[in-house]
C-alpha cells in the first residue's frame, strides 16, 4: 500500500510537472514555442548528422548563417532546406560573418528573398575574427535600419544592459547577450550582467554563444533566461546527436528549476532536513 501510494505521488508530481512545461510557452515576435533550445547548423559533419541532431534537441528554432549555408542562393550545391523545412521549424537567417551594418543589412535582405518575405532574423556584427565580439555601434546602427524595413530583430550583442535596453527601445524582438565568446566553450563567465540585462528589459532574453556543456545550459535557465542558443557546443560534442539530447533536458530542466523557485542560500547557516520539533526523547 505504501508502495502505491509513493508510486501514485510521483506520478502525480511528474504530470503536474509535465502539465506547467506544456503551458510554459516562449513567446517571440507574436508566436509561441514549446521548445526554448534554439540551435545552429554549422559544424556538423554532413547533413544526416546536421538533421539527427536537430531532432535530438527539440529546438523550433533553427539559425542559419547565410553566408555559409546554401538555402537556394547556389542552384548546383546541397540545400539546407531538404532537410529543415519551413514548414517544420522557424528558421532564423543570421548574419554570421558581417562586420558591418550595411554588410548585415545586406545580407538579410537576401535572406528574405530567398525565404519568400520571411522576416525573423537573428542580427549579429563581429568586431574582429579574434575574439567574434560584437561590434555594439555597428549593430545598434543595423538595428535600426533594419527595424524601420519591417524585420522582426532577434539581436547577438554584449552582455552590458544599457546596450540591451537601447536595442529593446529600437525594437528588436528578443537581446541575445552572449555568455562568453562565442565557441569558446567557457560558459556563463558574467552571471550578474545578464541578471541586470532581465531586470531592465521587458523582450525574451536568450543566451547566445559560449555554451560547452548541458550544465551551462541548466544554469542560464535557472537564472530566468527565456531560452538558450548554441550551435559548437553540440556540433563540436564526440557524439552531436547524443548532446543535442543532454542539451534539451538541461534547458528543460533548468526552466522547471526557476519556476520552481530554489531554496535560499544560507551563508554558513546548516538546516536540517527533517523537522526539529516533537522529537522522541
Not at 542559419?64 to 521549424?89: C, F, H, T, V
Not at 550551435?231 to 530542466?253: D, F, G, R, Y
Request: proline share 5%; with cysteine; aromatic share 4%.
Amino acid at each position: 500500500m505504501a508502495t502505491d501510494l509513493k508510486l501514485l505521488s510521483q506520478s502525480v508530481a511528474v504530470n503536474h510537472g509535465t502539465h506547467l512545461m506544456n503551458k510554459d510557452t516562449l513567446l517571440i515576435a507574436g508566436k509561441s514555442y514549446h521548445s526554448r533550445l534554439l540551435i545552429g547548423t554549422g559544424k556538423y559533419k554532413d547533413f544526416t548528422e546536421t538533421q539527427a541532431a536537430v531532432e535530438a534537441s527539440g529546438a523550433e528554432i533553427i539559425t542559419i548563417a547565410i553566408r555559409r549555408s546554401n538555402i537556394g542562393q547556389n542552384p548546383n550545391e546541397p540545400n539546407l532546406l531538404d532537410i529543415l523545412s519551413p514548414s517544420k521549424y522557424t528558421l532564423l537567417p543570421n548574419t554570421a560573418g558581417c562586420y558591418s551594418a550595411d554588410d548585415a543589412v545586406r545580407t538579410l535582405r537576401l535572406a528574405r528573398e530567398l525565404l519568400d518575405g520571411h522576416s525573423l532574423v537573428k542580427l549579429e556584427v563581429l568586431g574582429d575574427p579574434q575574439s567574434l565580439y560584437p561590434n555594439v555601434v555597428e549593430t545598434l546602427a543595423a538595428a535600426k535600419t533594419l527595424v524601420a524595413d519591417g524585420f522582426q530583430v532577434m539581436v547577438y550583442t554584449s552582455d552590458d544592459p544599457i546596450i540591451a535596453k537601447q536595442l529593446e527601445d529600437i525594437g528588436c524582438v528578443a537581446i541575445m547577450p552572449l555568455a562568453s565568446l562565442i565557441g569558446s566553450g567557457m560558459g556563463i563567465l558574467n552571471p550578474w550582467n545578464l541578471q541586470l540585462i532581465m531586470d531592465r528589459v521587458q523582450v525574451p532574453v536568450i543566451v547566445d554563444a559560449g555554451v560547452g556543456t548541458a550544465s551551462d545550459a541548466a544554469i542560464a535557465m535557472e537564472l530566468g533566461c527565456h531560452g538558450v542558443l548554441m550551435n559548437t557546443a553540440i556540433a563540436a560534442a564526440q557524439q552531436p546527436v547524443l548532446m543535442a539530447s543532454a542539451m534539451k533536458q538541461a534547458v528543460e530542466a533548468g526552466r522547471m528549476a526557476f519556476l520552481a523557485g530554489r531554496m535560499p542560500k544560507k551563508l554558513y547557516s546548516a538546516s536540517p532536513s527533517s523537522p526539529t520539533s516533537g522529537l522522541i526523547s
